[in-house]
């Protein structure tokens, strides 16, 4: 939770001397910055709502810069434990009502639209990110008709000058590999487990975990690679424009690998722990259809982010 709240030196420092002045009134105290405020003629010369206003934005950023204003990693910690929390208590009674009985057929269609909404919404989350990178990637010509000459220059290519992309045919093909290959294996556990067969169901689906870890690993080296090796560059606008638009992208995709993958290891551990019959699995079909949409959305990205418009 940063930046809610302005510095309140910020909000002061220019009714002062100088930022030295500032930090030695708000030192001593609310009556020494009313002092210094008071002495001053710009403060002086300010409509009286106004001055009301900055002062009561100095005493706001005053008591809450330390929570709102540059974070505490106490509270991101306490919010992340706090939020597992719900979603393991949310979704064990889940589990607990599947073993009662009470997903019945109608409970079921509803959890399995309820499934497929959510994933209609992330792909219109994706579509807003590879809408974004069509846009500079496909106009970047039109801007070049722009009447003012560094915005001419900026776009005349793409990518800018001081971008060079990654090799589409190196780790991005390793990883597209691994998707696919991950995408069958998952399918066998599935129809594995459909047939009653258990014990190839967990291998199919310790696999597709595997592979799924494997994926993470090599997009880490990846972003290392292209940070460290200054890939995309510094200083420019439109290499600032790329470089968010390519790890926002891609960047997000591995989040949900990431999410995919503890998905189908909590199915895992459920299967191993009985959980699952040939009939009733919804748990791990939904797992499946995630896993899947994760793998046709890598398609696309690796098609038109690493290919198309490199």
């Known amino acids: 939770m940063k930046g809610f709240v302005d510095d309140p030196l910020s909000l002061i420092s220019g009714y002062f001397a100088n930022e030295e002045a500032a930090r030695a009134a708000m030192a001593g105290g609310w009556k020494a910055v009313e002092a210094g405020l008071v002495a001053n003629s710009g403060f002086q ?5 106004l001055q009301a206003k900055a002062i009561a934005d100095f ?17 991101l910690v306490g919010g992340f434990l706090f939020t597992i929390y719900c979603m393991a208590s949310w979704w064990g009674d889940v589990i607990k009502e599947a073993h009662k009985g009470d997903h019945t057929p109608v409970v079921g269609i509803g959890l399995r639209y309820g499934m497929i909404l959510f994933i209609a919404s992330e792909v219109m989350f994706f ?15 039109a801007r070049t008709l722009s009447t003012i000459p560094e915005v001419a220059t900026a776009w005349a290519k793409w990518p800018p000058e001081g971008v060079e992309t990654l090799d589409a045919f190196h780790l991005p093909l390793m ?3 691994i998707l696919l290959l991950s995408g069958t294996t998952v399918t066998w556990a599935h129809h594995a487990l459909q047939e009653g067969n258990r014990k190839s169901a ?11 870890l494997s994926f993470t690993g090599l997009q880490v080296i990846e972003y290392h690679h292209a940070l460290h ?9 439109t290499v600032g424009v790329y470089g968010s638009s390519f790890f926002m992208a891609t960047g997000f995709h591995g989040a949900h690998v990431v999410i995919g993958t503890l998905f189908l290891a909590v199915c895992l551990f459920r299967l191993m722990a009985g959980h699952f019959t040939p009939k009733q699995h919804f748990g791990f079909e939904a797992a499946a259809w995630y896993w899947h949409f994760v793998d046709v959305v890598w398609l696309f990205l690796f098609a038109f982010i690493y290919v198309a418009f490199s």
Do not use: C, R
């Open 229 to 237: 090796e200054d890939y995309f560059g510094f200083g420019g606008e």
């Open 127 to 141: 579509v807003a990110w590879f809408w974004m990178f069509f846009d500079i990637g496909l106009f970047n010509e």
């Open 59 to 75: 005493k706001t950023a005053q008591q809450w810069h330390w929570l709102l204003g540059k974070g505490d990693p106490i509270i």
């Open 45 to 49: 010369g300010l409509d009286p709502s």
């Open 202 to 212: 967990q291998l199919g689906l310790i696999i597709t975990v595997l592979l799924g």
């Open 175 to 177: 990883n597209t590999l």
